[in-house]
């Protein structure tokens, strides 16, 4: 019964994927939260708009320079799902150590207030860790 449920959880587990593992989908790279990186938006953008699943990954940091990864991805199922993690942020509440995610059915354009040929995605329709969420 045993080895028959372990085999089984295995089974699942490998079927699911995971935020690191194979991607069927545009993958926009990775890039530094801290440098604006117009080729990745404009990847997420174009693929977004297109209904194609895409991937993107952001390395940040706090100001200590505790790392702070986020990804966003979109898909025509899930819709987009961005995932923050803050296990690592020694500096933040207790409780705001884990990983946070927001769950989607809507992203804009959010131009930046000096810069209007930037943007960044402002989120909405959104269950999870809260109703809108910003990326990056």
Not at 22 to 38: E, I, K, N, P
Not at 52 to 58: K, L
Not at 92 to 120: E, F, L, N, Q, V
Request: aromatic share 10%; glycine share 10%; hydrophobic share 35%.
């Amino acid at each position: 019964m045993f080895r028959g449920l372990l085999c089984l959880t295995l089974v699942i587990l490998g079927a699911c994927g995971s935020q690191t593992g194979s991607f069927a989908g545009v993958d926009c790279g990775t890039s530094t939260l801290a440098d604006y990186d117009a080729k990745a938006v404009d990847c997420v953008w174009s693929a977004y708009s297109s209904g194609t699943s895409v991937r993107w990954n952001i390395k940040g940091q706090t100001i200590e320079g505790d790392p702070i990864p986020e990804t966003l991805r979109f898909d025509s199922v899930l819709g987009v799902v961005i995932t923050r993690d803050m296990t690592a942020d020694k500096f933040s509440a207790p409780a705001a150590r884990r990983m946070w995610t927001w769950r989607c059915g809507k992203m804009a354009k959010m131009p930046t207030a000096t810069d209007k040929s930037r943007y960044s995605f402002e989120l909405s329709n959104c269950t999870g860790d809260g109703p809108t969420a910003t990326f990056p």
